[in-house]
C-alpha cells in the first residue's frame, strides 16, 4: 500500500518544516502551525500503525540512503519503535495545546524547539543506523535544554545545567561502546549488529558503557537526581515529553541494544539492573510520600516506575519483557496526564504546592473525575494501563527472582499510598486556600487534552491486545537471541512424590 | 631544477606577490590598505589555485623539491587550502574592523602573507631547517600581528610576551633539532626516520623531547599553553581570529608530518608524550575556561581544549589518525572562526569594542540571528549532534579506538564534557538571562555572508559534505605516508 513512499522520512521531516514556518511567524500562526503539524504528524503516525502488519518483517518501512560519510540514513521499525512512535505522536499536540495560554513569552521560539524535539525523538526510534541513533539520540538534549531554560521556572538554569551535562555525560561513553562495536563488526547497521556475537569478556564493557547512558536517561536510582529539577523547573509540555517519551529512550535503548547485542553480558550484570531498581522502588517511594511539590511526587513516582520497567525488561522472559514495554507505554500516558493535571491547577494559581489546594472535588468536578482515573492508573488499578504492564512485570520477575518480585511488590502498594495521599490533599477535603475554593473547572480545551490520554488509558487496561500484538513477535525474536544466557530463575516448581492414592473402595461399592 | 621551482609556485606568487604590495604600501600610504587586503585575497587564491598535489595545475600531482627539502604533497595542498582560506577570511574580517576605528593599515594584508608563506613552508617542509625557517616566518609575522595597535598597550603587551616566550618555544625547538642532527646525522626526516629505525637511543630520544615541546608550545598545548590566554586577550580582536585558526592549522600539520615522518620508527617513544598533551589540553582547556569573563580569552582555552583533541587523533598515528587530524582541523577552523566574526561584531552603543562575555547576556532577544549563529558555534565547537562540530570529534576518536586505544577515546570524551559546560554558558548567558544593552548595529555584507556560511556548514547540513571532506583527508594523510 506504501510500497515506495518514504513515511518515516516525511514523519520525520513534517515537524522540521512546522519548526521552520513557526520561527517565521508570530505567536499566534505559530501555536496554530504547531497544532496542525503535530496533528498531522499524528494522522501519519496512525497510517503508520494501520499499515504495520502484525506478523509480517521484522523491520518494516525500512528506508536506506547512505549519504553521509561514514554511516547511511537507514530507518526502520518494527513493533516496539511503532508503539512508542505512536506513543510520541500522541503527546505531541496534546503538549502543544497545553502550552496554548501557558507560554505567553517567544512564542514562536518554544514552538519550534518543541517540533524540533519531536522529530529528534521520533527519529531515535526510526533509526536503523548506530550513530543515526546517536546523533538522534544526544540532540535531543539542544531543544530540552532551552525549553528548560528559557520557558522553566525559578530554578530552570541550574536544572538546564544538571539536564543536559548528566545525560551527555552519559551518552558519551556509549558512543566510545559504538565506536568501538563498529571497528568489531565492521557495520553499523543496528539489524546486524543485534545478530553479532560479540566477544562475552567484551560485552561487560560494551554493556556497562550502554548502561550509563540509558540508566541516565531512565532514570535509575543513583542517578536519578537530574529528573525532579528538571521536571518541576519545566513547563508543562516540557515535563510531559520528559515524562512520557524521553524516558523511554532508555528503555527503548535496553530492549534494542543491550539485551540483543550484549546477552552474555545482561545476564552476567543483571544484579545490578535488579538491585538499582529494587532500591529504586522502595527508596523513591519514600521520598514521593513525603513531597511537598506535586511535579517532584510526580517526578519521583515517575524513578519508581520506571524501575518497574528495567525489572521486567530484564526478566528474560516474555511476562517480563512485554510488561515492561507496556509499563513503558502506560508511564507514558499516564504520568504526562498527571503532569497536564499539575498544570491545569497551576495555570490558575501559579503554584505546585499541594498545600494551597484541597477540596478540588466541590469546585473541579470533572478535572477532579479525571485526575482520580490518572491516579488510580499509576496505582495499577484493574482495568487501568497501569495494571496490566506492572502485573506483568512482577509475573516475569518472580519467574527468575522471587525477592526482586516481592521488594517491587511493596512499590505498589507504597505507589498507592503516594498517589492516594496526594489525591486525598488536592482533592477532598475542604479548600485550603480561597484561592483554591474559587478556581473554574476544566475549559473545553483543557478536558479536550486530558479526555484522550483517560480513554488511551482505559483502553490499554481493558484491552491491551492490541498495543501488544504488533510488538509479540519481536519480544519472540528477543527472547530467541537471549535465551542461550538466561540466567536461571530462583522459583524451580518441581514435581514432588506424593502418596501413592489409597484405592478409593466406596467408590467401587457404591456403583 | 626547474620542476622545483614549478613545485614551490604557490610560495613563489605569495613571496614576489607580498615584497610587491610592500612597495606598493610604502608608496600608496594606508588609503591603499583595502585595495591591498583584495589584492592579497586574490593572491592567496592563485596560490591555492597553483597548488601542487591537487593533480590540477601546472605542478600536477607534486613531488619533493630541492633536494628533499621540500615536499609538495596531498598533505601539504590540503593543509595549505585551509591555511589559505582561513588566512583569507581573517583578512576580510580585518578589513572590517580596524576600518570602524579607522586604523586599517596596509602592512596588515602584507604581514598575512608572509605569515601565509611561513605556514606554507611548516606544511611542506620535509628537513628540520625548513621546518625551522618556515616557523620562523610565521612567528615574526605573528609577534608584529599581535601588537598591530601601537596605541594599546595590551596589544604591545601581547606582542612583547609572545615574542620573549616564541623565542624561548624556538631555542627548545633548535636545541632538539641539533640533537636529532648530532645523533642521526643528517636534518632531512627521511634519513632521521632511518636512523631512528634500529632503535631510539637516549639522545635521539632527548631531540625528539625537545622537538615536541618546541612544536606543542606553537600548538599550544598544555603544559605550553600559557602564553595563549594573554595573546589573544591582547591582540586585536581580527588577529586572534586569525592566530586561532591559521597557524593552529600549519603547526598541527607540521607536528603530523615530523611525527609520521621523521619519528615514525619512534611512534611509542613519541606517543606518550602525544597522549599526555592530549589529556591535558582537554582537561586544562576544559576546568580555566569555566572562570574566564573575557570572550576572547575563553576562545583561547577553547582552542587548546580543541587542540587535545586533536593530538587524540595523532596519539593514534597511522593514516586514519592523520587524516582525523586534518579533518579535525579544518572544521575546528570554520568554526572558530565563526566564533571570532561574532565576536568582531561585540561593539557598544559608543561603537568602542566590548570583550565581556556577561556582554552577550540577552543577545537572543536583542540579535537573534547573530545569537543563534553563536548558539550553533558553541555547541558545534561543543561537539554536541546534529551540528556538524561532532563529527570531527567522531573522527578522531574512531581512529583511536581502530589504533586499539579505546581508553584514550573514552578519558577524552569524557573530558569533553567539562568543555560543554562552558560553551552551553554562553549559550544560557545568550538565551537565558536578561538583555545587556544591545551591540551597535553593523553593516559589513561580507562579514554577514561569512557568518551565514560558517553556519551552514557546522549545521546539519555539513554532514553532506562529510563524505567528500573524508575522502580529502584520507587522500591527504595517504601521501604523507607514502612520499615520493
Redesign the interface.
Known amino acids: 500500500m506504501m510500497q515506495g513512499f518514504p513515511i518515516l522520512s516525511a514523519i520525520l521531516a513534517l515537524p522540521l518544516l512546522g519548526a521552520l514556518a513557526c520561527l517565521l511567524t508570530g505567536p499566534r500562526g505559530a501555536r496554530w502551525i504547531a497544532l496542525v503539524t503535530t496533528l498531522a504528524t499524528l494522522l501519519l503516525c496512525i497510517g503508520l500503525w494501520a499499515a504495520y502488519r502484525v506478523g509480517g518483517p521484522q523491520w518494516q518501512f525500512t528506508e536506506y540512503q547512505p ?4 554511516f547511511a540514513w537507514a530507518l526502520g521499525i518494527d513493533g516496539i519503535a511503532l508503539m512508542l512512535i505512536v506513543l510520541t505522536a500522541f503527546l505531541m499536540p496534546i503538549c502543544i495545546a497545553a502550552s496554548w495560554t501557558a507560554i505567553e513569552k517567544r512564542v514562536p521560539e518554544f514552538m519550534a524547539n518543541f517540533l524540533l524535539m519531536e522529530t529528534l525523538m521520533l527519529g531515535v526510534f526510526c533509526a536503523q543506523d548506530l ?1 543515526l541513533f ?3 539520540f ?2 535531543g ?2 531543544p530540552m ?2 525549553i528548560i ?2 520557558w522553566g521556572g525559578k530554578d ?2 541550574y536544572a ?2 544538571k539536564f ?2 548528566y545525560t ?2 552519559g551518552s ?2 556509549m ?2 561502546a559504538m ?2 562495536m ?2 568489531f563488526a565492521h557495520t553499523t547497521f543496528i539489524p546486524d549488529l543485534m545478530a553479532t556475537d560479540f566477544p562475552p569478556e567484551a560485552q561487560t564493557w560494551l554493556w556497562l ?1 550502554f548502561f550509563a547512558s540509558f540508566a541516565v536517561k531512565m532514570p535509575m536510582w543513583p542517578v536519578h537526581t537530574w529528573l525532579p529539577d528538571a521536571h518541576v523547573q519545566a513547563p508543562t509540555a516540557g515535563s510531559v515529553i520528559l515524562a512520557g517519551v524521553l524516558l523511554k529512550m532508555g528503555g527503548y535503548g535496553f530492549v534494542r541494544f543491550s539485551l540483543p547485542m550484549f546477552p552474555e553480558a545482561s545476564a552476567q550484570l543483571i544484579w545490578i539492573i535488579f538491585a538499582l531498581s529494587m532500591i529504586a522502588v522502595v527508596y523513591t517511594s519514600l521520598v514521593a510520600l513525603v513531597q511537598q511539590d506535586m511535579k517532584k511526587l510526580i517526578a519521583y513516582s515517575s524513578v519508581a516506575h520506571m524501575a518497574f520497567v528495567t525489572i521486567g525488561l530484564f526478566a528474560f522472559n516474555r511476562q517480563g519483557i512485554e510488561g515492561g514495554l507496556v509499563v513503558m507505554l502506560s508511564h507514558g500516558l499516564v504520568s504526562g496526564a498527571l503532569f497536564l493535571c499539575v498544570g491545569v491547577v497551576y495555570d490558575r494559581l501559579h503554584s505546585r504546592e499541594i498545600a494551597v489546594y484541597g477540596g478540588l472535588s466541590n469546585n473541579m468536578p470533572y478535572y477532579a473525575l479525571l485526575f482520580m482515573v490518572f491516579t488510580m492508573a499509576s496505582v495499577g488499578l484493574p482495568g487501568t494501563s497501569g495494571f496490566v504492564g506492572e502485573f506483568l512485570s512482577l509475573v516475569g520477575a518472580y519467574a527468575i527472582n522471587s525477592w526482586v518480585a516481592a521488594v517491587a511488590t511493596t512499590g505498589i502498594i507504597l505507589g498507592a499510598a503516594y498517589m492516594l495521599y496526594l489525591y486525598w490533599r488536592i482533592a477532598f477535603g475542604a479548600a485550603r486556600t480561597p484561592d483554591a475554593a474559587a478556581m473554574l473547572d476544566l475549559s473545553g480545551r483543557e478536558l479536550a487534552i486530558l479526555a484522550p490520554i483517560a480513554a488511551a488509558v482505559l483502553w490499554m487496561g481493558v484491552y491491551p491486545e492490541s498495543f501488544l500484538a504488533p510488538m509479540r513477535a519481536d519480544v519472540g525474536l528477543l527472547l530467541a537471541r537471549i535465551e542461550r544466557a538466561a540466567p536461571q530463575g530462583d522459583a524451580q516448581p518441581t514435581a514432588g512424590t506424593p502418596a501413592p492414592v489409597a484405592p478409593a473402595h466406596g467408590a467401587e461399592a457404591h456403583h | 631544477m626547474l620542476q622545483d621551482f614549478i613545485l614551490v609556485l604557490p610560495e613563489e606568487v605569495l613571496s614576489t606577490g607580498a615584497l610587491l604590495l610592500m612597495l606598493a604600501a610604502a608608496w600608496a600610504g594606508d588609503r591603499s590598505a583595502a585595495l591591498l587586503t583584495w589584492l592579497s585575497i586574490l593572491l592567496l587564491a592563485v596560490a591555492a589555485f597553483l597548488l601542487p598535489g591537487l593533480g590540477f595545475g601546472p605542478a600536477g600531482a607534486g613531488g619533493s623539491a630541492f633536494f628533499g627539502l621540500f615536499a609538495a604533497d596531498a598533505f601539504a595542498a590540503f593543509s595549505k587550502i585551509v591555511i589559505y582560506g582561513a588566512a583569507a577570511v581573517s583578512l576580510v574580517a580585518a578589513m572590517g574592523w580596524f576600518g570602524r576605528d579607522r586604523d586599517y593599515r596596509a602592512e596588515y594584508p602584507v604581514l598575512i602573507l608572509f605569515a601565509a608563506v611561513g605556514m606554507g613552508m611548516m606544511v611542506s617542509a620535509s628537513d628540520l631547517i625548513t621546518l625551522y625557517v618556515g616557523l620562523e616566518l610565521q612567528s615574526l609575522s605573528a609577534y608584529v600581528l599581535a601588537s598591530f595597535q601601537r596605541s594599546d598597550a595590551r596589544s604591545a603587551e601581547a606582542g612583547l610576551k609572545y615574542f620573549v616566550l616564541g623565542a624561548l618555544a624556538s631555542g627548545i625547538l633548535l636545541y632538539g633539532i641539533s640533537l636529532l642532527y648530532g645523533f642521526s646525522g643528517t636534518t632531512q626526516f627521511g634519513g632521521i626516520s632511518a636512523a631512528l629505525g634500529d632503535g631510539v637511543s637516549t639522545g635521539e630520544l632527548f631531540g625528539i623531547v625537545f622537538v615536541l615541546a618546541g612544536l606543542a608550545f606553537k600548538v599550544s598545548a598544555v603544559p605550553f599553553h600559557m602564553w595563549t590566554p594573554d595573546v589573544y586577550e591582547g591582540a586585536p580582536t581580527p588577529v586572534t581570529a586569525f592566530f586561532a585558526s591559521a597557524p593552529k592549522v600549519a603547526a598541527m600539520a607540521l607536528l603530523a608530518r615530523v611525527s609520521v615522518d621523521a619519528l615514525g620508527p619512534a611512534t611509542e617513544a613519541w606517543r606518550q608524550i602525544v597522549i599526555f598533551a592530549a589529556l591535558a589540553s582537554t582537561v586544562l582547556g576544559g576546568v580555566a575556561a569555566i572562570g574566564q569573563k573575557n570572550i576572547k580569552r575563553l576562545l583561547a582555552y577553547s582552542s587548546i581544549n580543541n587542540v587535545g583533541f586533536a593530538l587524540v587523533g595523532l596519539a593514534a598515528a597511522g593514516q586514519a589518525g592523520v587524516a582525523s587530524v586534518l579533518f579535525y582541523m579544518s572544521v575546528y577552523v570554520v568554526m572558530t572562526l565563526g566564533a571570532f566574526l561574532v565576536v568582531l561584531r561585540m561593539r557598544d552603543a559608543n561603537d568602542q569594542p566590548v570583550e565581556t562575555i556577561a556582554s552577550l547576556a540577552g543577545l537572543s532577544r536583542t540579535r537573534p540571528l547573530l545569537a543563534l549563529a553563536m548558539a550553533m558555534f558553541m ?1 558545534s565547537l561543543a561537539g ?3 551540528l556538524f562540530g ?1 563529527v570531527p570529534k ?1 573522527m578522531v ?2 581512529a583511536a ?2 589504533a586499539n586505544l ?1 581508553w584514550l ?2 578519558v577524552a ?2 573530558t ?2 567539562i568543555g ?2 562552558y560553551y ?1 554558558m554562553i ?2 548567558l545568550m ?2 538571562d536578561e538583555p545587556a544593552p544591545a551591540f551597535a548595529a553593523t553593516r559589513e555584507p561580507v562579514g554577514t555572508g561569512l557568518i551565514l556560511l560558517s553556519a551552514l556548514f557546522v549545521s546539519p547540513l555539513g ?2 559534505a ?2 567528500s ?2 575522502a580529502a583527508t584520507q587522500t591527504a594523510a595517504w601521501s604523507l605516508f607514502h612520499p615520493f
Open positions: 549519504v553521509f560519510g561514514r550513530y546517536y546523533i538522534f544526544e540532540a538534549l539542544i535544554y532551552l531554560g528559557i530552570r538554569i538546564a545545567y543536559f551535562l551527555l555525560l558519551v561513553l558512543l566510545v565506536l568501538w563498529v571497528n558503557a | 555547541f554536541i549532534p546534529p561532532f567522531f576518536f574512531t579506538v581502530e579505546t577515546a573514552a570524551i569524557a569533553s564534557v560543554a559546560y552551553i549559550v544560557k538565551y537565558f554532514y553532506l562529510w563524505g571532506l573524508d
